[in-house]
Structure formats: structure tokens, C-alpha cells
């Protein structure tokens, strides 16, 4: 009889929540993993993902996934631990995801260009033990950051590489028993990923995956979507977008999902038509940069279907202009990384309801309108902050118990951040009650960014606010008193921030030096005229956001 394999304590799901959604069938019993095997058995030659000519067919995806389960496992990680992951988006990132599901562990999801002090974050928050990395991020070596952390007190026990990690690993039936005793089941933590929020450093999401699988009955719903889809999703895989988009929607679908590591508009546009993809999910940045794009009206992308995005107000000229333009209807989710979908457009309703409103709300998520006191305001539409429970929302932030008594009201109910309407059936965005910064559908915190700029010694004061940008939605503005016979430029100031590691997307990219900062009568700055100068700034340069 075989020993027993050590554990570590594991994230999981209310017992009652997994018996109430499963009775009612929000929720099943297979993970990605049953899936893939699956499609590997019935399907072995089809592809899974392609990134430019790299392809990685259903069959590749379960030997690939469970080799590096064997990896894992020989390295010695144990079921229930957890292990940061920062990869380009490709088709290894998500042979890895798998492959840890397979180990038995939850992976902390690492974007590409977070700086050194959000890792660090995230695997000390994360209680990350292993680091899974290619040998240099952006150009620069990995091995000096883990070993400052390691120094540093983090219990990380290896630093494993891409691509070495496969070329010494099991093969798939030498660790196909262990594999069935460790893998993580569909209410199991999977993934932590990050999230800005209005204060200091990246919250970190906990994700199981029955949730996505619910998730995926609604997107196929509101797009129609078949095994004949070609996919292809824009948004790098650690994101809670990505998590349906990229990772479970097409996989269940066994479909093929088309990757990009790196975001270029034209090797885009020619990967569409080439490809003749049907359903494109992609942040407002990215389809904005497309319709930017010489190449726009050069290509062929009558394909195209369907476009999914998020992550911010959709920009009602340019959506529309890329609807007329391509025929494919845009959609989106109404939602967060935390709570999921609180409503959505569908291919039933018609352009001008699904790119002026946030859609209709979905009934099983039990959506309601919260005052500033938390008083429900849903009888009379609000305006409120939405709030919602349901089968597609996360299990909160990993060990934060502050940010969960900001996330959820004291019944249980998960909040946005957002500040609605609700029309009958509809849900109408009207503003954010939350001070950030989205910035091509990354949020950013403007707190967080006005604590580093304020670190400069020669800064005494600072405000950032969103300054309006055509192709990114907003980007970061610092207005800036100086100290007393101080001097600073946008270029040291940005040096700055990165000797602090501070991640590229929060960099400011407009510097406004002030003799004073407006103060409302609560002697707090009054950043509504602030946002009305930079406003009134860009009008008069004739331009946006540079």
C-alpha cells in the first residue's frame, strides 16, 4: 500500500457554498485537467494554443503538463504549497498552470512587467516556497532578485528555469499515480492573482475553478460560441480576464486559442486573418490600437465575429467604429477580477445597448445598489456601489483580512468599487468610487503612486489623477510641488521609481510642477480640479495624454 503524500494546507471553498452551487448546477466535479485529457483522447493532433509557429496540440498540452507535474514533484514541493509563476503569455505558461494543478499546488501569477518590489509582494504575501521564471524577464537575470530574496527572509526553497525544467523532467507515466493523488480539485485555491486597489501594493485574488466553469456557461451564452471558434485572447494569463478568456472558455471548447507574448497591433491584425479568428478578447487599448493600426483597413478580418473586452468604460465612437468596420459585435462583462460578471451584453441586444450600457444584470448574481453608508439602494436604482453574491465570485483576497472587510459589506456581500445605475434589467456605470488610475485596463492605485513619487527628495508634494488618453483610456499624471530649491524632470523622476521597482505601468507620463495644490474645505486635495486642468491642458496642446 503506498505511503501517504505529505501535505500543506489547502485553500478550499465553503463546504456549504460548493453543496448549494453544485445542487443547483452552477458547478460540477471536473477541472482543467479532466478536460484536457479529454481532448487529448479524442482529439490528440488538434491544437490547443498557438503563439506565431509554435503550436502545442491537445495531446502535447497533457504530456507537457503532467512532465512538468513530475518536475514539481521532484523538486520537492508539497500539495497545497505555493509556487510564483512569471512567464510570457505562450503556450508554456499554460502547460505550467496545468502542471502545478496536476502537483497539487497553487500558483502565484506574476505579470511579466512587475517590478521587483510587487514580486516581492506577492510571494511574501503568497508564502510562495518556489520561484518558476525563463532566465532573464525584460532582458535582466532573475537569479540576483531571487537570491535578495532569499536573503531577505523569503521561504523560497528553488528558483526553477523555463525551458530546463522539461528537458530533465519524468515522463508523464512514471508520475501518473502520484499526480492522481495530488491534483487540486475544482474548489481548491489554483491561482492567486494580483489586483491594484486603492492603497499600497497588489491585493492578491484567491481562485478556485468552479467558478470559471460557471463563468464559461455565461460567455458562451452572451457570444454563442462553438467548438469552431478560432480564439484568440490579447490578455496575458495571470489576469482575472484572461482566466476565461484565455484559459477556460476555449479549453473546455476545444478550440484553438491564439497567444501573444508580446502585444504588436500589426503581427496582430495578419495573425487574424491568417488565422481567421472569430472571437478576439482584448482590453480597449488593444482594439484601439488595432483601428490606429495602417494596417486596420489593409487586412482582412471579416472572420471576426465577436469581441470581448473589459476592464474598463468602453469608448462608445471607437467600439462602434470597430464594429462597422469588422462586423463583429462587441461584447463584455460587467464585473472585477474579485466578483466576476455582474451583468452583460449579448449578441441578442442590439449596438447601441451593448456599447452605452454595462448590459443586463444576471439574475443568479443576486446584484444590488449600496449608498455611501451601505444602505440598499437597488428598490429605488441607485445611484450605489454594486454588490453581488453568486457562483462566480472569487473567494476574496488571500490573507488580508482589511482588504476583505473593504470587499465584502458585513452580510457577505461583494462589492465593486464602481458606482451605478440600474435601469429595470440594466446596469449603467456612472463613476468610480474608488481613487484609480485605469490605464489600458490595468488598475492603478493613485495613492500608491503619489507614496513613491513623494519617496523623491526633492518632491514636497503630489497628486496623481488620471489624465484622458485616446488609445490607453488614461494614463498616470503627477502634479508635483517641489521642496525648496529642488529640480526634477519627468526622466529622474521615472530613474527613480524604477531603482524603487516600482512596475513600468505606474510610472507616471506627464509631469506638472505647481507652486500649490488646490484643497477642498475638508484640507484634502481637490483632485476634481486637478482632473478638469489636465483636462483643459490637453485641449489647449491640441492633444491627448501626451
Not at 489547502?10 to 457554498?17: E, I
Not at 532569499?150 to 525544467?165: C, D, F, I, K, S
Not at 460578471?341 to 445598489?369: F, K, N
Not at 458585513?410 to 468610480?432: A, F, I, K, N, P
Request: glycine fraction near 10%; proline fraction near 6%.
Amino acid at each position: 500500500m503506498p505511503h501517504p503524500t505529505p501535505r500543506a494546507e489547502m485553500v478550499r471553498v465553503d463546504r456549504r457554498w460548493v453543496d448549494h452551487y453544485t445542487a443547483r448546477g452552477f458547478w460540477g466535479t471536473r477541472t482543467l485537467t479532466d478536460v484536457i485529457r479529454e481532448h487529448a483522447r479524442h482529439r490528440p493532433d488538434g491544437v490547443a494554443f498557438q503563439e506565431g509557429e509554435r503550436r502545442m496540440t491537445w495531446a502535447q498540452y497533457e504530456e507537457r503538463s503532467t512532465r512538468i507535474a513530475g518536475a514539481l514533484i521532484e523538486a520537492g514541493f508539497l500539495p497545497g504549497e505555493r509556487i510564483g509563476v512569471q512567464l510570457p503569455d505562450g503556450p508554456d505558461v499554460h502547460a505550467v498552470f496545468v502542471g502545478a494543478e496536476k502537483a497539487g499546488l497553487s500558483v502565484i501569477g506574476l505579470g511579466v512587467r512587475a517590478g521587483g518590489r510587487e514580486v516581492r509582494h506577492l510571494l511574501e504575501r503568497g508564502q510562495a516556497v518556489g520561484l518558476l521564471t525563463e532566465e532573464t524577464i525584460r532582458g535582466q537575470p532573475v537569479r540576483p532578485l531571487f537570491d535578495r530574496l532569499v536573503a531577505e527572509g523569503l521561504p523560497l526553497r528553488a528558483h526553477l528555469l523555463m525551458p530546463e525544467l522539461e528537458l530533465t523532467a519524468p515522463e508523464a507515466s512514471e508520475v501518473a499515480e502520484e499526480v492522481e493523488r495530488r491534483r487540486i480539485g475544482p474548489n481548491d485555491l489554483y491561482l492567486l492573482n494580483s489586483t491594484s486597489g486603492t492603497t499600497g501594493l497588489p491585493k492578491m485574488v484567491m481562485q478556485f475553478q468552479n467558478r470559471w466553469f460557471a463563468y464559461h456557461r455565461m460567455a458562451v451564452d452572451a457570444g454563442e460560441l462553438t467548438p469552431d471558434d478560432v480564439f484568440m485572447c490579447l490578455i496575458p494569463a495571470p489576469y482575472g480576464f484572461a482566466q476565461w478568456a484565455g484559459k477556460f472558455t476555449p479549453t473546455i471548447l476545444g478550440a484553438t486559442n491564439h497567444l501573444m507574448a508580446h502585444f504588436n497591433p500589426e503581427a496582430c491584425l495578419e495573425a487574424i486573418e491568417r488565422h481567421r479568428v472569430t472571437v478576439l478578447m482584448c482590453v480597449s487599448t488593444q482594439f484601439i490600437m488595432l483601428l490606429n493600426s495602417p494596417d486596420f483597413r489593409r487586412r482582412d478580418l471579416s472572420s471576426l465575429r465577436v469581441m470581448f473586452t473589459g476592464g474598463e468604460a468602453i469608448p462608445y465612437e471607437r467600439a462602434r467604429e470597430f464594429e462597422l468596420s469588422t462586423g463583429a459585435k462587441v461584447l463584455q462583462f460587467f464585473g472585477s477580477n474579485e466578483t466576476g460578471a455582474l451583468s452583460y451584453t449579448t449578441l441578442r441586444h442590439d449596438m447601441e445597448y451593448r456599447l452605452r450600457t454595462c448590459g443586463e444584470v444576471i439574475p443568479w448574481m443576486q446584484v444590488r445598489l449600496f449608498d455611501d453608508d451601505l444602505l440598499d439602494v437597488t428598490a429605488i436604482g441607485g445611484p450605489g456601489q454594486p454588490g453581488c453574491k453568486g457562483p462566480v465570485t472569487s473567494l476574496g483576497y488571500f490573507r488580508d483580512e482589511r482588504a476583505n472587510a473593504e470587499l465584502f459589506t458585513e452580510d457577505g456581500w461583494m462589492l465593486t468599487g464602481d458606482l451605478c445605475v440600474l435601469e429595470g434589467r440594466t446596469l449603467r456605470l456612472v463613476g468610480r468610487k474608488a481613487d484609480l488610475i485605469i490605464r489600458g485596463g490595468k488598475n492603478i492605485s493613485a495613492a500608491a503612486v503619489e507614496e513613491d513619487v513623494g519617496s523623491h527628495p526633492a518632491v514636497a508634494l503630489v497628486a496623481a489623477v488620471p489624465m484622458p488618453d485616446d488609445v490607453f483610456g488614461e494614463k498616470v499624471a503627477c502634479y508635483v510641488v517641489l521642496r525648496p530649491g529642488g529640480r526634477l524632470t519627468l526622466d529622474e523622476l521615472r530613474e527613480h521609481l524604477r531603482r524603487r521597482g516600482v512596475s513600468v505601468e505606474s510610472w507616471p507620463e506627464r509631469l506638472i510642477l505647481v507652486d500649490s495644490l488646490p484643497m477642498s474645505s475638508g484640507a484634502k486635495v481637490a483632485k476634481g480640479q486637478l482632473r478638469l486642468d489636465i483636462k483643459e491642458r490637453l485641449a489647449r496642446e491640441g492633444v491627448r495624454g501626451r
